[in-house]
């Protein structure tokens, strides 16, 4: 037994320490522990088995990420004042590519809400923007300049949006030059995610109904993953974030093609 023991304390200390790891960077890979830890490949999976057996790590293929976010949805008026200064920022850079006489998609969130800000602003000429958000829909239904579209549905309190079926037949019959899509998640080898199901059925069918799709997401939101998925990247033409977000993942969004603007 006591021979054993020192062998079992190291063991638990380089788990703990693989879980920081994760912590930070939301995954990490078999190499990347033998790596740090001077370790076997078969420890560095052993290691990662046990970890993902006490629910620490799901395991993926070469390594381990993150579960899934298990926090509760913050309301969006608690989420209007976090990260502020950076979804302001990313607002303004999204409105820039708005152009005159354009359809523009708008899905809930406060990054979105900061761009329907600008908007009012300086808002182009003869656009219409298509939106189930009511936070939205209420920045906007004043300006005279803009067509304003609402879809109908299940009010969904904490993001006060209108989802289901209804919302998505809608979406199906129409079409935009541009989609803007907020995310609770963005996971560089997952994709978008969010907490409710109805409400990533909508945000699919708005993908799908756009010309161009520009993720606006703030730093916090990179290495998350929630309970389900909006789409991967594939469909994604550009992401607008801050300067927050880790090199290493911007790095590889631009590998992918998609283009990455850090404001």
Known sequence: MSKRMPNRLLAEERRREILDVLGQNGRITVDEVVRRFGVSAVTARSDLDALSQTGDLVRSHGGGIKPLTAAPEHPLRVREGMHHEEKMRIGEAAAKLIRPFQTVILCTGSTSAALAGELRRNCPEGITVITYALNIA????????????????????????????HA?????????????????????????TTLDIMEAQLNRRM??????????????????????????????HRVITDSGARSVDVEKLRARGIEVLVV
Do not use: N
């Open 138 to 165: 209420a920045q906007l239904a004043d300006l005279p300049k803009l067509s304003l579209l609402m879809l109908g549905g299940f009010l969904r309190h904490p993001s006060t949006a209108f989802v289901g079926p």
């Open 168 to 192: 998505e037949q809608m979406m199906q019959s129409l079409h935009a030059d541009h989609c803007f899509m907020s995310t609770v998640g963005l996971d560089v080898e997952v994709g978008l």
């Open 207 to 236: 993908i799908e109904s756009a010309a161009q799709v520009t993720v606006l997401a703030d730093s916090s939101k990179f290495g998350q993953r929630s309970l389900s998925l909006i789409s991967d990247f594939r469909p994604i």
